[in-house]
């Protein structure tokens, strides 16, 4: 379905940012394709969860494209999911199945699409680790087909192209125990709360964390924890996290975390890279 002048911050985890002039709700792979055919010249984003993206409060000229595919199938050899399913019920259909490797992923509030993009990971497990193919179409609505070993996937980032859109992904089945993969779950969620906001309008991660280093210790030490711009704070509890405390802007989460930069920077000398993706 297309639609003009969409609110994007109900769509992310900030919850701020303008609207989307062109906005498409993919409901099916046909009409993906039929909308990159009619687009392929305009740079488009793809939109997943929104839980790692700062949208600016201006918005974007650029079509934005979120997936409405949440299809979960089971062969021989394989768990084959389509892009826009949500991490967490992919972590449950597997545990469900009595299968190992995704228990991480119910902490990840993000989808598999997004997930595979980003080469999300926690705990020491990335989205990566069992994946055998991904399925995906281009700029010019072909739908295509990587194996795993086709794509690089690092700390955090994938060599994926930004204009491909990610429909499906096929990964390995590890049995183990229905048990212990609810244990490991419920263990990574306590983790999960022990150690990070929860249930508050963050995006995770604002840094990544540079090589040596942890980046909420740099900015600990350069002394940005529970600092403030308008109405964006770093997190008291995990000063990685930028937190939208109710009335902030797009602008000031980006100024503060500009700052955080900035005071890093000079303290310690690294210069923080961003995970979260500004738009
Ligand atoms: C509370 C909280 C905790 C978090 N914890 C973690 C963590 O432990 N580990 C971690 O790695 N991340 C974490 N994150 C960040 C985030 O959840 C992940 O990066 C997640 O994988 C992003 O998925 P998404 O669907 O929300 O993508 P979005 O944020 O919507 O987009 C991120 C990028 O992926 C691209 N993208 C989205 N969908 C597709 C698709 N179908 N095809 C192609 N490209 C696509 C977008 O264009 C964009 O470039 C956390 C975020 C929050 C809010």
Redesign the pocket.
């Known amino acids: 379905m297309l639609k003009h002048h969409v609110p994007l911050a109900p769509l992310t985890?900030f919850q701020v940012g303008g609207t989307a002039n062109t906005f498409l709700k993919a409901e099916t792979t046909e009409e993906l394709v039929y909308f990159l055919k009619q687009y392929k010249k305009q740079d488009y984003?793809?939109?997943?969860?929104?839980?790692?993206?700062l949208i600016s409060d201006a918005g974007t000229s650029r079509p934005v494209i979120k997936?409405h595919l949440h299809n979960f199938d089971i062969t021989h050899e394989s768990i084959i999911v389509d892009?826009?399913m949500l991490?967490r019920t992919l972590s449950l259909e597997m545990a469900q199945l009595g299968l190992s490797g995704f228990e991480f992923l119910s902490?990840?509030?993000?989808?598999v699409?997004?997930?595979i993009?980003?080469n999300?990971?926690?705990y020491g497990h990335e989205i990566s680790d069992h994946l055998q193919w991904i399925e995906?179409v281009n700029r010019d609505g072909d739908i295509q087909r990587l194996r795993q070993d086709q794509i690089k996937f690092s700390y955090?980032t994938s060599s994926?192209p930004?204009d491909?859109?990610?429909?499906k992904a096929a990964f390995e089945k590890r049995p183990l125990s229905k048990n212990l993969v609810f244990e490991k779950m419920a263990d990574y969620q306590k983790k999960r709360e022990e150690s990070?906001p929860?249930r508050v309008k963050?995006?995770?991660?604002t840094f990544k964390n540079p090589p040596y280093h942890k980046a909420w210790e740099l900015i600990d030490q350069s002394g940005c924890r529970g600092m403030m711009c308008g109405g964006a704070k770093v997190s008291e509890k995990h000063c990685n996290f930028l937190i939208n405390t109710g009335h902030a802007t797009a602008d000031d989460l980006k100024t503060l975390g500009t700052i955080v930069q900035e005071k890093v920077l000079k303290t310690t000398g690294v210069l923080l890279e961003w995970e979260i993706?500004c738009i």
Do not use: E, K
Not at 46 to 53: E, K
Not at 164 to 167: D, E, L
Not at 202 to 205: K, M, Q, V
């Open positions: 985890w984003f793809v939109l997943g969860a929104g839980s790692n993206v997936l892009g826009g991490d902490t990840i509030p993000g989808t699409g997004g997930g993009f980003m999300a990971g926690a995906y955090r994926l930004r491909f859109v990610i429909i990070q929860v963050t995006g995770g991660s993706i």
